[in-house]
Every structure is written in C-alpha cells, then in structure tokens.
C-alpha cells in the first residue's frame, strides 16, 4: 500500500510502499475512502506524543469500507462502510466496562499507538465494539470531519460541558474543533462567540452560526471584552487551540459557576499552563477535560446531521491527495487553512 511515511521526528515525510496489513483475531482492516488532517498529526510529528514509535504513518480521523475481518469479528461484515473513534477501547478495563472507551486503560489510536490512516489501508483492533455504521446519506468526506474535532467539539459540549439553549459559550480557536464546537452550540441553541486571531476564520464563523467575534489581536483583554458582551461572563467556555493564553482567557472569561472545557491539546512548550485559581476558587468554576467519545455515543449525533440539524459538510475546508498530505501536515503549525482539510487516498 501507498501511505505518508517518516522516520524521525521533524524529518522527511515521503509517500512510501508498505505492506499490506492483514487482521488478527479481533480486528479490520480498513480501506481509507477519506481521512481528516489534523493538528495532533502535527504534534506527533514533532516527537510530543509518547504514544509514537518509529517509524510511523499519521492520521486518525478516517471513513472507509472493510475489506477484511479477522476470525473473531462477529458484528462487521466485509464491504460495510465504517467510521472509528480515534481512542479505540479494549473492551475489557475498568472504564471500557463502565461504557468510557475514550478513557481506556489499554486504548488503541490509529496514527499514533500504531500506524495510521494517511494510507490506502489501516488495521483497527477491538473492532466489534469499536466501529461506528454510516448512516446511507453519509458521505466518506463528511464521515471523516467528524474525526476527532467534531466528535470531541461533541461530547465536550454536550455531554463534559452540559451545554444548554440560551448559554453563552465563548471558544477559543476556529480550527478544525473551534468551528465544529460553533455548529453544535448553534444547534444546541446556544449564543456562541467566536475568538481568534484571524479575520477570515472570524469571517467563516459567522456562516456557520458564530453570535460574535472577537479578533483577539484587536482586543487589549479579551475576557473583559467576553464578560461585557454577556453582562457577566460565559456560561461554558472551550479552549479550542490548546495554549497558555487561550486556556487562561477561557477561564477568566467565565461567570460564577461557569464551566471551562479543554479540548485543544497542550503539548510541547505549551503544555502545563498556570491556571487563575483565585478565579477557581471565588467563582467556583468547573475545569473539566475532553477526549474523544465512545462508538456507542454517537447514535444521537448521527440523528442530527442526518436530521438536517447540523451540516459538518459545511466544515470542509479543501480535499486534497495523499501525495500532498507530506507538506500539509509539516505546515499546519502556521494556522493558514481555513475550514477542515481532508486526504483522499484514493
């Protein structure tokens, strides 16, 4: 098979013939139809994930059909076309049996404890309660921005943050978990205000039901200008980025009893963020964190967009080859797309 391939961290990353992967017991492989491009791909490739064993092949938000089961498979057939979380469960820990695969203790991620989707095949384990069935209207492009962004941007709101109509929300960051956290707020029927240091992303925002934006290098202090435009702060507030400064904005942006959610990841120099806990402590925030969602939670989500409630396809930033997956991903740290970029292997 064809697959985006590196040796090193921050080294080359060339298009590279592999074997094929063939299943074990309990797993399927995978023929990628489409498969998002996304920041953790960039932080892997820079050595800030542990997680990565060389060499490696990215990516982790992935549609597809199966073309082979192994043995053990009893719910998926060959030919069923397929989406995946990105934190696949064991099925067996402590927390896969309490129904939170997100948090496994033995978890599986494509793209990053074992070789991923920039590839024309993938092999996914634990797959029989793992894999997630594509509602017939679903198309693999749309399947695969719901990746990691958008079912993270999901749960995080709806279930870790409790999102409810009339909330304000302020998010941070309108990349790829930024604008799909706007379009569940909207649905919701939440007031969502949208931060970020660029004006056409501020500008994108608002086509998919941004309230307000904030262009955060115009705004000399950012949590003020938020607690002004809600008489009070926001209900729930999503750092989206994952940096010191948008993580502390997001909390001190908050009103009393509001909820800061972490979905951006902190890695490398911004990981550890000093956090406001006089804030904390006097206004009794919530910081809570997000990852992922489990297959067996995304039934309602599906109803959504299938429902028209939602559009994820709107999130579609550009569709581009496995060939130009090298330089896209080593350019992600400039922040220069727009919209949510997604590689057709085939």
Same mark, same amino acid.
């Given at each position: %098979?064809?697959?985006?391939?590196?040796?090193?961290?921050?080294?080359?990353?060339?298009?590279?013939?592999?074997?094929?992967?063939?299943?074990?017991? /309990?797993?399927?492989?995978?023929?990628?139809?489409?498969?998002?491009?996304?920041?953790?791909?960039?932080?892997?490739? &820079?050595?800030?994930?542990?997680?990565?064993?060389?060499?490696?092949?990215?990516?982790?938000?992935?549609?597809?059909?199966?073309?082979? @089961?192994?043995?053990?498979?009893?719910?998926?057939?060959?030919?069923?076309? *397929?989406?995946?979380?990105?934190?696949? $469960?064991?099925?067996?820990?402590?927390?896969?049996?309490?129904? &939170? &695969? +997100?948090?496994?203790?033995?978890?599986? +991620?494509?793209?990053?404890?074992?070789?991923?989707?920039?590839? !024309?095949? *993938?092999?996914?384990?634990?797959?029989?309660?793992?894999?997630?069935?594509?509602?017939?209207? %679903?198309?693999?492009? @749309?399947?695969?921005?719901?990746?990691?962004?958008?079912? @993270?941007?999901?749960?995080?709101?709806?279930?870790?943050?409790?999102?409810?109509?009339?909330?304000?929300?302020?998010?941070?960051?309108?990349?790829?978990?930024? *604008?799909?956290?706007?379009?569940?707020?909207?649905?919701?029927? #939440?007031?969502?205000?949208?931060?970020?240091?660029?004006?056409?992303?501020?500008?994108? #925002?608002?086509?998919?039901?941004?309230?307000?934006?904030?262009?955060?290098?115009?705004?000399?202090?950012?949590?003020?200008?938020?607690? &002004?435009?809600?008489?009070?702060?926001?209900?729930?507030?999503?750092?989206?980025?994952?940096?010191? !400064?948008?993580?502390?904005?997001?909390?001190?942006?908050?009103?009393? +009893?509001?909820?800061?959610?972490?979905?951006?990841?902190?890695?490398?120099?911004?990981?550890?963020?000093?956090?406001?806990?006089?804030?904390?402590?006097?206004?009794?925030?919530?910081?809570? $964190?997000?990852? $992922? %969602?489990?297959?067996?939670?995304?039934? @309602?989500?599906?109803?959504?967009? =299938?429902?028209?409630? %939602?559009?994820?396809?709107?999130?579609?930033?550009?569709?581009?080859?496995?060939?130009? =997956?090298?330089?896209?991903?080593?350019?992600? /740290?400039?922040?220069? +797309?727009?919209?949510?970029? *997604?590689?057709?292997?085939?």
């Amino acid at each position: %098979m064809k697959a985006a391939f590196y040796e090193s961290f921050k080294g080359p990353i060339t298009i590279t013939k592999l074997p094929d992967p063939t299943p074990a017991e /309990n797993e399927v492989i995978i023929q990628v139809k489409a498969t998002g491009l996304c920041r953790s791909d960039w932080h892997g490739w &820079q050595g800030h994930d542990s997680d990565i064993h060389l060499p490696h092949v990215p990516g982790h938000e992935l549609a597809g059909t199966i073309v082979a @089961t192994g043995r053990d498979i009893k719910r998926w057939k060959k030919d069923a076309r *397929v989406t995946v979380p990105f934190c696949i $469960g064991c099925g067996s820990c402590a927390q896969c049996t309490q129904g &939170q &695969q +997100q948090i496994c203790d033995r978890y599986y +991620q494509p793209g990053f404890t074992g070789w991923g989707s920039f590839a !024309e095949f *993938v092999r996914i384990p634990y797959a029989d309660n793992n894999l997630v069935s594509l509602p017939d209207n %679903m198309d693999f492009v @749309t399947a695969a921005l719901l990746g990691c962004r958008f079912i @993270t941007a999901w749960r995080g709101l709806t279930a870790q943050g409790g999102l409810k109509a009339g909330d304000f929300i302020a998010i941070y960051g309108c990349g790829g978990v930024g *604008v799909s956290a706007i379009m569940i707020a909207t649905a919701v029927g #939440a007031v969502p205000i949208a931060i970020d240091i660029d004006n056409d992303k501020l500008e994108f #925002a608002k086509t998919i039901g941004a309230a307000y934006t904030i262009n955060s290098r115009e705004v000399n202090q950012v949590p003020e200008a938020v607690i &002004q435009l809600t008489k009070g702060g926001a209900h729930v507030s999503v750092d989206a980025l994952g940096s010191w !400064e948008t993580c502390n904005n997001s909390i001190r942006c908050l009103r009393k +009893q509001g909820k800061h959610v972490q979905l951006g990841l902190m890695a490398g120099a911004e990981a550890n963020p000093p956090i406001p806990m006089s804030d904390v402590i006097s206004k009794e925030l919530q910081i809570i $964190g997000s990852h $992922g %969602m489990q297959a067996h939670q995304y039934s @309602t989500m599906m109803e959504w967009i =299938s429902a028209g409630k %939602m559009h994820p396809e709107r999130l579609l930033g550009r569709i581009i080859t496995l060939e130009e =997956s090298c330089g896209a991903l080593t350019d992600l /740290n400039n922040f220069r +797309q727009t919209g949510v970029t *997604v590689i057709r292997p085939h």
